[in-house]
């Protein structure tokens, strides 16, 4: 049962020991409580109030901005937050690959994006069979060369597939950077029986700096793209669909780009899709940083805008030397990739209270199972057996080393749970 399996505490790190076998939607009857020390740490939690909260923030954002949502499931593969999302309001989900498009499709997504190059001739056949399997299942494509499109025609599957042509910049990832090749290549698609062009995507989250005048720069530019793309393919009648589906934007500059997405005028009616997915939890590191610019830009208090839900709680395990605390909780338990965690709380052993770390505190080295706290002078007497909250910077590569998280209240009694696929 995808949407609500068995936990258990041989396969489920931070599951309590002595605890049986539940069922997710179990879970949350419990009344336990991680300050309490019901649970084994380290352990991921997501605050609930947050997490609703972010929920509704950016679903009023791309309201407001009149365009579609189909946020990211990459972020957390987790089933029960593709519903809470698409309960939200989302237009559908998007997901990187085949693989992930099944987990979503198995829990009840039937509209969604694959922002990615799908080619190899058993992705293909997968994607035929999900589609061929699933009444109302749409999951278009992204094409970027004609090479691709030549792998496709020869893995020789029956219906053609929805695809979008993918616009790329300079020094990225994949998408055509030659504005008249992504037009030949809507052409080539156009003339394939193995294919349908219903639109074009770009994505723009790499580049962004932070920096107001460059990013709307940046956007502003690939919007034109997008749209100069639009206005060429429908005026050779290259389009295959009722609706012109038009996409881009990542987590950092995705007020900019909501904006750029604005319907467009044309023939036929256009789908505008924002795919932000880092929105749902935020974060405490790189989000925060960019989320403060987008705050700046919408007139909206940092305590309004999105708000960090995720945290991973870990123990003091040892106090070696002064002004150092060795965290229990390293590379394998919070993303390292895009900024080390942040110490945001403590509690000390015992206490079902949590206080604020003081600003002095850093995390400055991770290995796979610890982390080193500095103290800097701020101890505030520290001990082995102390609990310690961190902040995450990246959301994406935390949650793929959780099979599941504690859903929170902001008493840190456990109310809910996800679970994750990866």
Known sequence: MLLDPLLDPVRFKGYPPAAPALRRSQVGAQGWNLLAGDLPLP????RREALAHNLGWMQRLVDEAGIGFAPHGKTTMSPQLFQAQLAAGAW???FANVQQLAVGVAAGVRRALIANQVLQAADLAALAALVHGHSGLRAPFLVDSPEQVALIEAAGVAEPFEVLVELGLPGGRTG???DAAALALARRIHASPALRLVGVEAYEG???TGDDAGDAALVEGLMARLHAF???AEAESLFEADEVIVSAGGSAVFDLVAQGLRPLRTARPVQA???SGCYVTHDDGAYRRYVQAVNRRLGCADASGLRAALEV?????????????ILGAGKRDASADWGLPVPLKFARAGERHASAAPAAWAID?????HAYLRLNDAGAGLQVGDRVALGISHPCTTFDKWRWMAVVDEGYTVVDAVTTNF
Request: include cysteine; aromatic fraction near 6%.
């Open 92 to 94: 559908g989900i998007t």
């Open 43 to 46: 352990l991921a939690v997501i």
């Open 273 to 275: 899709l924002l795919r």
């Open 313 to 325: 709680w870990c123990v003091v395990q040892s106090c070696p030397e002064p002004g150092l605390a």
């Open 176 to 178: 055509a950077r030659d």
């Open 230 to 232: 639009v206005s060429a």
């Open 206 to 208: 790499l580049w962004a």
């Open 365 to 369: 080295k991770m290995n796979d199972q």
